[in-house]
Antibody, heavy 122, light 109 residues
Framework: QVQLVESGGGVVQPGGSLRLSCAAS????????MLWVRQAPGKGLEWVAV????????NYADSVKGRFTISRDNSKSMVYLQMNSLRAEDTAVYYC???????????????WGQGTLVTVSS | EIVLTQSPGSLSLSPGERATLSCRAS???????FAWYQQKPGQAPRLLIY???TRATGIPDRFSGSGSGTDFTLTISRLEPEDFALYYC??????????FGQGTKVEIK
């Protein structure tokens, strides 16, 4: 069965860095785009970043552009989120999610990890 | 950038009642790129509906989606106790970005 397991969250000071990891299993990892989506405490969902199935391209929300970097290692079925220059407003649960295209439909996030909490505080 | 506005913000209903949730886009969107998710406290979101009206694997048929243009609806025909949760609409843009609505909470009356 498909599983996504995030790790790497924790408490970090403003201006600090953190690297999140997401271990994928149960599907052909190298054929799917992968995303990070975050949810601040008590708030809604916010897309953060996406990486193409082959790692050839990435895209970022304006709120994290220039500070966060998404990457993947298809040989290990892993996706990463390097977060630099962290701010208090980056405090959130970070989920990795699999993108699935079904026929003409796109952008469906059909599997999600359980999330990892990042707290940015001094 | 497309903005999705969900209404109402919360809905108080009893088990067995019908729930109708709305999501309005700030401009016309492709129905193939529109989805709904359910989220329960302490859990990750779960895909319910994709392509506006197709149920995801394992989703019961009491959940249905409809809409076109700028107006989209998620209907739960008869609420079961496990359906009381938060619901989000989502749009995928071909620039490879995703937008979520702010959510509708379905509460037990």
């Amino acid at each position: 069965q498909v599983q996504l397991v995030e790790s790497g969250g924790g408490v970090v000071q403003p201006g600090g860095s953190l690297r999140l990891s997401c271990a994928a299993s149960g599907f052909t990892f190298s054929s799917k785009g992968m995303l990070w989506v975050r949810q601040a405490p008590g708030k809604g969902l916010e897309w953060v970043a996406v990486i193409w199935y082959d790692g050839s391209n990435q895209n970022y929300a304006d709120s994290v552009k220039g500070r966060f970097t998404i990457s993947r290692d298809n040989s290990k079925s892993m996706v990463y989120l390097q977060m630099n220059s962290l701010r208090a407003e980056d405090t959130a649960v970070y989920y990795c999610a699999r993108e699935n295209w079904v026929e003409a439909t796109k952008g469906n996030l059909d599997y999600w990890g359980q999330g990892t909490l990042v707290t940015v505080s001094s | 950038e497309i903005v999705l506005t969900q209404s109402p913000g919360s809905l108080s209903l009893s088990p067995g009642e019908r729930a109708t949730l709305s999501c309005r886009a700030s401009q016309r969107i492709n129905t193939n790129y529109f989805a709904w998710y359910q989220q329960k406290p302490g859990q990750a979101p779960r895909l319910l509906i994709y392509g506006t009206s197709t149920r995801a694997t394992g989703i019961p048929d009491r959940f249905s989606g409809s809409g076109s243009g700028t107006d989209f609806t998620l209907t739960i025909s008869r609420l079961e106790p496990e359906d009381f949760a938060l619901y989000y609409c989502q749009h995928y843009d071909t620039s490879a970005s995703w937008t979520f609505g702010q959510g509708t909470k379905v509460e037990i009356k």
